[in-house]
């Protein structure tokens, strides 16, 4: 196994460049697809990863508590987790025989979940997060997460495309347990380079996003956007794809200080229409297309950015969360029924104009 020296040595001098990160509420995410009354009420916090180390053996949470807690903490797409939770019989003994240490090697357990998959029995679940559940349900295993972030990473510090992604950087089913073994003895080999332990390698091989990125995913995304620029229209998909999965919070004076100086015209969410943003002394005004004025002061914005930080990372691009409805992923306790979803539209127009 070869690894490029140089690269290695890039990624440990960002080492210290870390942001370690903290789900959103579990019982708030799991009561969109069930019964709130009959969630554990121990899942009514957030979690980060040693708090997912020391969920084994924790006989309070049962199978479905303990993917729960992980699902949560990996952002998981509640529409996702809804089908995925709907077909728990297909999945919970294999979550059960981990937890219990009746499988004993991570290319086994991996097998299981990709079978499973390929025969229709984990529906909104792909490589990405069964490896999530590999990793915290039994950790003795040393499974790694394979998500897009450590795949790309690990495929370039070996120069080599050994993790299969599609051309948005989906990790792909068809990536075998072989594969995923190969991966997890690379991420081993990368630690011992860089002295670290392997789980906190595969965290710092993530690095961080958001508005202000790790230096590790700005260069890993710069290398993929250069790898698409073979086909244009593959770099736009390509693009807009990484401005709605990097869509967090910012503070409300950045925003003052973006439209300052005069009236921009900014996209909605769905892009059907568009909106003028002008700062106002201390406040944001919104000029509609029919000419309805509003405005936005740092209290309504700050509420705002709350409810984003609570919606799992693929979900924040939907207008639908920031409204009022009677769905169950409306937000009823929106400040402003019709200008409060222009919010999250001026923080997608912020992260573009700086990418």
């Not at 380079?193 to 996003?209: D, R, V």
């Not at 002394?281 to 936005?296: F, K, P, Q, R």
């Not at 979900?315 to 999250?344: C, L, M, Q």
Request: proline letters at 3%.
């Amino acid at each position: 196994m070869k690894l490029n020296p140089a690269l290695i040595e890039k990624l440990q001098v960002n080492l210290n460049d870390t942001k370690r990160h903290e789900g959103i509420n579990a019982k708030e995410w799991a009561k969109y697809f069930i019964d709130h009354n009959s969630i554990n009420p121990l899942l009514n916090r957030s979690y980060n990863r040693d708090d997912l180390i020391k969920l084994r053996g924790n006989d309070k949470y049962s199978d479905q508590d303990v993917c729960i807690a992980i699902l949560s903490w990996g952002g998981m797409n509640r529409e996702h987790a809804r089908k995925f939770f709907s077909s728990k019989e297909m999945w919970v003994p294999i979550v059960n025989s981990l937890r219990h240490g009746q499988i004993e090697k991570r290319d086994e357990a991996y097998r299981l979940f990709k079978n499973l998959k390929s025969k229709g029995g984990l529906p909104g679940m792909g490589p990405a997060f069964y490896t999530k559940l590999i990793a915290f349900v039994n950790p003795d295993l040393d499974g790694y997460i394979m998500d897009q972030w450590v795949a790309k990473s690990v495929n370039l510090l070996l120069d080599n495309d050994l993790v299969r992604l599609n051309t948005q950087g989906i990790v792909l089913n068809k990536n075998t347990s072989e594969i995923y073994e190969t991966y997890c003895t690379s991420i081993e080999e990368i630690a011992k380079m860089i002295n670290l332990k392997p789980l906190y390698t595969e965290e710092a091989l993530f690095s961080y996003g958001g508005h202000h990125k790790g230096a590790w995913r700005k260069f890993i995304i710069s290398i993929w956007q250069k790898e698409l620029n073979t086909s244009h229209r593959q770099n736009r998909k390509q693009r807009k794809k990484m401005i709605y999965m990097n869509m967090h919070p910012i503070e409300f004076s950045e925003a003052i200080a973006a439209f300052k100086h005069s009236s921009i015209q900014v996209n909605t969410l769905g892009g059907g229409s568009n909106f003028g943003v002008f700062s106002k002394g201390s406040n944001l005004e919104i000029t509609t297309t029919g000419d309805s004025v509003g405005v936005i002061d740092k209290e309504h914005w700050d509420k705002v950015m709350i409810r984003m930080k609570e919606l799992p990372m693929d979900e924040r691009r939907f207008v639908g969360r920031y409204g009022h409805g009677d769905k169950d992923y409306s937000w009823n306790e929106a400040p402003n029924r019709i200008f409060t979803p222009y919010v999250p539209a001026i923080v997608k127009y912020l992260i573009e104009s700086n990418n």
